[in-house]
């Protein structure tokens, strides 16, 4: 029975290799005993904002078993999408996970064929494909896994590739060979809390997401507060602060998928290109895009806001 926990393990690792995840750990699925406290705190005191679906399904959140029936094990992946090339340096700024595809399509496609490769070869196994779109706590079983461990900015970091990747997971009824959490390598750099532009890291390890760029440019559905003019930074879309200066991230290395490569035009365009931007244009450059979810309304909202900063 050990001799097939370790076989499936490593099969599971080498075919999650093959479709182009940077690492694959594996964690028991169970209650996140340490992760209750925290959660609860962060929601009491108000540090999602207007996202309140982040309220619903609290115990799910923290316990697997709860989401998927008999499930045994938490499967989690890494899915790199650091891009060869930037924008324009002058122009308003899109976080770079938008460059592309919008990565939901992108990493359920490769999970769908991740769990049908382990049904053939293993046999009848039940699971669940996770992307961001569900409450799982992504980071924390990754951490938990072994992948990286949580920066003081909440990002999952790693020493090898940094933290430019998205973290999604499979969550079957397997019982599997499990991997432990790694050690914290942040030490006494704080060059995350230092560089945010609202200083939305309020202390070491906890971010009030209602004050992110991210959430204000995405999640936000009502008009920026003015409190924040002149905070921004030039990001219309997400924001990458905390990330760029990560000492850890000098290691990142170019994505290989074809899909998250940017339509050219993104690129090069200006920011009086984006003022002007119409919709036509909003739904050439991104097309099956993650930024469609903040709409061509919503987009507009942003450049205004930063145009009149």
């Not at 309220?55 to 938490?74: A, C, I, Q, W, Y």
């Not at 991997?179 to 030490?187: I, L, Q, R, S, V």
């Not at 339509?263 to 200006?270: A, D, I």
């Not at 450059?285 to 145009?307: D, P, Y």
Request: hydrophobic content about 35%.
């Amino acid at each position: 029975m050990i001799e097939n926990k370790s076989r499936y393990s490593q099969f599971i690792k080498s075919e999650a290799k093959r479709l182009g995840f940077l690492s694959c750990g594996i964690s028991k699925a169970e209650f996140l005993e340490d992760e209750a406290p925290r959660l609860e705190q962060w929601l009491n005191k108000n540090r999602h904002g207007e996202m309140r679906y982040m309220e619903n399904h609290f115990d799910k959140r923290l316990d697997p078993t709860k989401l998927v029936e008999g499930s045994k094990s938490v499967v989690s992946l890494l899915l790199n999408y650091f891009p060869s090339e930037v924008q324009n340096k002058a122009s308003y700024k899109l976080s770079k996970y938008a460059y592309g595809t919008d990565y939901h399509f992108v990493i359920k496609d490769k999970l769908r064929e991740l769990l049908n490769a382990i049904q053939e070869q293993i046999g009848d196994v039940y699971g669940r494909a996770f992307v961001d779109s569900a409450p799982v706590l992504d980071k924390a079983w990754a951490a938990k896994s072994g992948l990286g461990w949580i920066g003081k900015h909440s990002n999952l970091l790693t020493q090898q590739v940094g933290s430019f990747y998205f973290v999604a997971e499979l969550i079957i009824d397997l019982e599997l060979e499990y991997d432990h959490a790694t050690t914290d390598h942040c030490g006494t750099c704080t060059a995350c809390i230092d560089a945010c532009p609202t200083e939305a890291i309020t202390e070491p390890y906890v971010v009030d997401g209602s004050k992110c760029i991210s959430y204000f440019t995405i999640e936000l559905k009502e008009n920026i507060p003015s409190e924040f003019k002149g905070k921004f930074d030039d990001w219309m879309f997400g924001c990458d602060v905390c990330q760029d200066v990560c000492p850890w991230n000098r290691f990142s290395k170019p994505h290989q998928e074809p899909l998250f490569n940017p339509n050219p035009e993104l690129l090069s365009m200006s920011k009086k290109d984006w003022e002007e931007v119409t919709r036509e244009t909003f739904n050439k450059v991104f097309k099956n895009s993650a930024v469609k979810r903040t709409k061509f309304e919503g987009l507009q909202r942003n450049i205004k806001f930063l145009k009149n900063e």
